[in-house]
């Protein structure tokens, strides 16, 4: 029984993090601050679950996206980056 219950709850996080977007941003970035605002509008229309992750946390994620952040994500592929407004949001949906 207990097999099971790992089984579903491992399915149930990987469903998850698939249907999650990904907000790469960095501290101080304006760029960042308003496409987490756009983010804020879209959400009051539609479901929209994201993770916020800076990239100078992480060397690799920092040489991979420091020219181009904020950049959103899902399912590994970059949807938006750079300035990214509250239409771009409404098609990347």
């Not at 029984?1 to 709850?9: D, G």
């Not at 760029?31 to 987490?36: F, G, H, P, Q």
């Not at 407004?85 to 949001?89: K, R, T």
């Given at each position: 029984?207990?097999?099971?219950?790992?089984?579903?709850?491992k399915i149930a996080c990987r469903e998850?993090?698939?249907s999650l977007f990904i907000?790469?941003?960095r501290p101080n970035c304006p760029?960042?601050?308003?496409?987490?605002l756009m983010i804020q509008l879209v959400q009051e229309d539609f479901p929209l679950d994201y993770e916020e992750i800076n990239i100078e946390t992480d060397d690799a994620l920092?040489?991979?996206?420091?020219?181009m952040i904020p950049v959103l994500e899902k399912n590994n592929k970059i949807l938006l980056y750079g300035n990214i407004?509250?239409?771009?949001?409404l098609e990347a949906l």
């Open positions: 029984m207990a097999i099971v219950f790992l089984r579903i709850k998850r993090r698939d907000l790469y941003t760029l960042c601050e308003e496409a987490k920092h040489e991979k996206y420091m020219l407004g509250y239409a771009d949001l």
